[in-house]
């Protein structure tokens, strides 16, 4: 699949914990960003990534924090986690450059159930 | 400020009737606007942006600046058009920033 891929699929942790969420983006894509889906809200953008420099942030808590490395790949760093951080957190990838239209695209999604 | 707003969070209809689902927008320049949709148990994907002015799965959507709206439409509503949909707004220049509105449950009703 060369698609965008997201580890782990679920991940269920208890409160106080660190976890990281690890993010492959399509061939070809610099590109990669993290968003957050809480239940009943939409997408918050967290972070964006191009060619391993950070790009553009949004509403990501100091307690949380992002890489790209060389090979393109992401983690999204998750610490002393609050009940309030369970969400499915997306992962998605662009090419970007002149005429581009700005078509992402996402992977799975990884849920994280913090108890 | 830049703002996408879908005002209603669920929208329920019968199957054959025709649908719309709101999309308002807040941005001076000359934006690009994108539906994205998430069908249950699949990942987020395109379904349209207004700069192709196609029609996917039978959905249009217009880009109205006089009103800022980008709603999408389908004539007759079908099952599988049950999904989550989402409005999107790309700023001009190198700005490659999506703004997302809050997302519109669309249920159809056999």
């Known amino acids: 699949d060369s698609g965008v891929t997201q580890t782990p699929k679920h991940l269920i942790t208890a409160t106080g914990q660190r976890v990281t969420l690890r993010c492959s983006p399509r061939s070809g894509d610099l590109s990669v960003y993290w968003y957050q889906q809480s239940l009943d809200q939409g997408l918050q953008f967290l972070i964006q990534y191009y060619n391993g420099e950070e790009r553009a942030k949004g509403n990501i808590l100091e307690r949380f924090s992002a890489q790209q490395f060389p090979d393109l790949h992401s983690e999204l760093n998750l610490s002393s986690l609050e009940l309030g951080d369970s969400a499915l957190y997306f992962c998605?990838?662009?090419?970007?450059?002149?005429?581009?239209?700005?078509?992402?695209?996402f992977g799975e999604g990884s849920r994280l159930t913090v108890l | 400020a830049q703002r996408v707003t879908q005002p209603e969070k669920l929208l329920s209809v019968f199957k054959g009737a025709p649908v719309e689902l709101k999309c308002n927008y807040s941005y001076s320049g000359s934006p690009e606007l994108f539906w994205y949709v998430q069908y249950s148990r699949q990942r987020l994907q395109l379904l349209l942006r207004?700069?192709?002015?196609?029609s996917i799965k039978g959905f249009t959507a217009d880009l109205n600046k006089g009103e800022t709206s980008f709603h999408l439409k389908k004539p007759f509503a079908q099952e599988e058009d049950s999904a989550m949909y989402y409005c999107a707004l790309r700023g001009g220049g190198s700005n490659y920033q999506l703004i997302w509105g809050a997302g519109t449950k669309l249920i159809i009703k056999p």
């Open positions: 998605a990838s662009s090419v970007e450059g002149a005429g581009v239209a700005g078509e992402l695209f």
């Open positions: 207004h700069i192709s002015r196609e």
